[in-house]
């Protein structure tokens, strides 16, 4: 199969897997999957399962309990059995039973202590690699103090630092989600650095410098200066793919040298607040 084919046919699947990130709360049959990239639907499953190295069952299943854990984790007062039925499922036993058994924990566990780095391992799925072209702006911007909460370790664990900022950010007030800007700061490429060494930053925008807290968030500056923008859409796990075509063929062509700080997001929206196909993140690489 020659790569024009190849890469016809992974836009077939990603087709897919768009759809049903944006119909997860709908029934979804392989009969009604295979029709949206015009598969037969008496071969769609073994296809699914071959291209992504999982069932579209198992697929669709883990989708809606990604998206149980994040309320699970980060709003602590919905009730499980709430959260069970959003996720499709008849009775909390039944949604007790499937988490359990797909992450080694039940609900009420993983809700007083996530497991983020078993959980993160679900989660690797052969999907198709997005090569969309992004959209450059040039844009100036302005200098902003931030309460940051650092992260040092896993990727896989930064949920746990993301939680130990929400608790300090409501037990203050100091930096309201709905009227401040959220941001990350990527220090490492979590592809190339070693587990025990990456670092990322969540932090929140604040008018004053941070007191000393328990949850050990600090003040510090995103500098203003010019920064090249793309803005990615839908979930924070492909985030990559917005990220890679900026460093691999925009900045080679583009005559910028890049500035001493490092690349950082801005989210625009926030899960769980906000479905994962519908999130926005934008992406700034400052410039000299």
Known sequence: MNDDRISRYAARFDKVLAYIEAHLDEPLTAERLSRVAHFSRFHFDRQFADFLGTSATRYLLLLRLRRASFKLAFQPRIRIIDIALEAGFENPESFSRAFRHIFGQSPSQFRRQPDWQGWSERYRFRLPERNATVQVEIVEIESTLIAALEHLGPAEKVNDSVARFIDWRKSTGLSPKDSSRTFGIAYDNPDTTEPSRFRFDIAGEVQAQVPP??????????????CARVR?????????????????NWLPGSGEELRDFPLFFHYLNLLPDTPENELVTDIYLPLK
């Open 213 to 226: 807290n328990a949850q050990g968030v600090v003040t510090k500056e995103i500098p203003c200066g010019r």
């Open 232 to 248: 990615h859409l839908g979930s924070h796990m492909r985030i990559g793919e917005s990220i890679y075509p900026l460093y691999r």
